[in-house]
């Protein structure tokens, strides 16, 4: 196992466990591009404000849905080329999540970051052709799956000379209907050596709990996005809307805009305080 985090720049954003936390935050799926650049100006504003690292994120095509008739988004290219577009009007570095091995190639030429989705990230075909693109891969793990198995999932994508990776942790299946998060889990992928994220939001997601769709409560992203950040890690993801309850997508695990200043204050706190103790900690 490896215990040196290996460090990945993303445009001017640093992702590394000891470093202090980045953050990847945007919509869940393409509504528009007005309500895209809307969300990606305020984080951009805050986090510059706050001094903190930033990522733009949103599905370009949002297919893993539960219900076929749920909304996706415009369509893979044209939601690549809204978000590569807005992005750049921002001059932030930007995500997405690719679903196929064929669409690695094609996000690879518009994002800075490519997103292997939780449920996919077994794939092999997936893996290798988003890691043969060069791009920083953001790897999530499966609800089903445990922290160690990641090694594998880590050892497909080195396997193309890439080692721009993120671990992403966005809770595990308990029952029906539920996620957890077993904190322990964050240090043992940060013990692979690859900067380790939480996904705040996915994170208190409830699957197919409303249905046709997943629910949530987003007032528990608040504690376990602490919880994650006082283990040491490099960044956290979350998604947020300018009013979540009327969101086409993951609306009742997504922040409230006007809520994430007040969030990002709190992890940046913690954060410091953990990595501080750490750093005291390791001194011989």
């Known amino acids: 196992m490896k215990t040196k985090s290996i460090r990945v720049k993303i445009g001017r954003v640093v992702f590394d466990n000891a470093s202090p936390a980045a953050f990847i935050g945007g919509l869940c799926a393409m509504e528009s591009e007005a309500t895209l650049r809307r969300v990606g100006r305020a984080l951009k504003a805050e986090c510059s404000r706050q001094g903190v690292g930033f990522v733009l994120k949103c599905s370009a095509d949002k297919a893993n849905r539960t219900s076929v ?23 932030v570095p930007c995500l997405t999540d690719v679903h196929e091995p064929a669409q690695a190639a094609l996000a690879a030429r518009y994002v800075d970051v490519l997103q292997i989705p939780a449920f996919l990230c077994r794939q092999t075909e997936m893996l290798l052709a988003c890691g043969r693109t060069g791009k920083p891969i953001n790897i999530k793990k499966a609800q089903s799956a445990s922290p160690w198995d990641m090694a594998h999932a880590v050892r497909k994508i080195e396997s193309t000379g890439n080692r721009q990776i993120l671990l992403t942790e966005r809770g595990t299946t308990f029952g029906y209907g ?10 043992v992928m940060r013990e692979l050596g690859y900067p380790v994220i939480f996904d705040a939001t996915h994170a208190v997601q409830s699957p197919g709990s409303l249905g046709s769709a ?9 504690p376990l996005a602490r919880a994650a950040t006082a283990v040491g890690i490099a960044g956290v ?3 947020t809307h300018p009013r979540p309850d009327r969101a086409l997508s993951d609306g009742p695990n997504s922040l409230a805009l006007k809520d994430v200043p007040e969030f990002l204050r709190q992890i940046r706190r913690i954060d410091s305080a953990a990595k501080a103790f750490r ?4 001194r011989p």
Do not use: C, H, Y
Request: aromatic share 12%; charged share 30%.
């Open 214 to 222: 997943t629910g949530g409560d987003r007032r528990f992203a608040w």
């Open 237 to 239: 993801f979350f998604e």
């Open 279 to 282: 750093r005291q900690k390791e």
């Open 178 to 187: 539920n996620l957890v998060v077993d904190m322990r889990g964050l240090a």
């Open 69 to 91: 008739d749920a909304f996706r988004g415009p369509g893979f290219k044209i939601g690549l080329q809204i978000l590569a577009r807005v992005a750049r009007s921002l001059n």
